[in-house]
């Protein structure tokens, strides 16, 4: 299973990439809004493992992708949906994107996040993705947005304050079909519309 994007492949990660893969995940700056800091190599290891299991028909037949870059095929960070149990006391799918710092500010977070959403909404026939972000984190509070999601809500989770971003089918196909301009309208209009019921809403 391969995504292409402009300037990225995204594709299964396998165990030999993690002599690239564990100092982006090491790394504290990518790891400022996570729940648990920096990874050691053994933690990001299992994460490698762990993705084997989730790609499995047997489990979720997805899960997160190896951000590559098409230039070199390097391995710069990973974007791609993971199943959540329990957010808030509902089954969620989420869109998460960690990338290399070397490659952030050029639009790549986005085309990996815009992708990974045409996968769940296309390949996988899914109707409402998810963001998980912690307010403060506005460089992915702006991919959200940029990828159509808005926020549902504020909520405490993993002992972290969060809000949920929300896609949903309908709003996925608008997106898809949308030039970024375009997109990028329909998002400010969207936020306006709802800025006074995200305050009620703690978003
Ligand atoms: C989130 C992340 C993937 C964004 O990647 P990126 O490639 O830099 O994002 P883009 O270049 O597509 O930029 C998306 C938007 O965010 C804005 N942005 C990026 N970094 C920003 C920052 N530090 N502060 C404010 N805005 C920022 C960009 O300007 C752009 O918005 P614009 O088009 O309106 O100008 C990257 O910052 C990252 O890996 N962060 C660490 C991991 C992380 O926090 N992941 C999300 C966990 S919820």
């Known amino acids: 299973m391969i995504i292409e994007t402009d300037r990225l492949i995204l594709r299964r990660f396998d165990l030999s990439d993690l ?6 995940m090491a790394d504290a700056d990518v790891m400022r ?13 299992e994460f490698l493992q762990q993705c084997q299991v989730d790609y499995s028909e047997a489990r979720w037949g997805y899960g997160r992708l190896a951000a590559v870059q098409k230039t070199d095929q390097r391995v710069i960070g990973f974007a791609g949906l993971a199943r959540f149990d329990d957010v808030d006391g509902s089954p969620e799918v989420e ?4 990338l290399h710092p070397e ?18 909404f296309g390949d996988l026939g899914m109707t409402r993705l998810i963001s998980l972000i912690q307010p403060e984190n506005v460089a992915s509070v702006r991919v959200a947005e940029k990828i159509g999601m808005s926020c549902e809500k504020g909520i405490r989770q993993w002992d972290l304050d969060l809000r ?40």
């Open 95 to 98: 869109i998460g994107y960690r």
């Open 164 to 203: 949920v971003y929300v896609i949903s089918g309908t709003a996925a196909q608008l997106a898809h079909a949308a030039d970024a301009r375009r997109c990028h309208v329909s998002c400010i209009r969207t936020h306006r519309a709802t800025l006074h019921s995200r305050l009620i809403r703690g978003c």
């Open 33 to 45: 809004f996570s729940k648990s800091g920096p990874w050691t190599r053994e933690r990001t290891e």
């Open 103 to 120: 490659f952030w500010g050029r639009g790549l977070g986005t085309e990996a996040a815009a992708a990974s959403r045409d996968h769940g």
């Open 19 to 24: 002599d690239e893969f564990a100092p982006i």
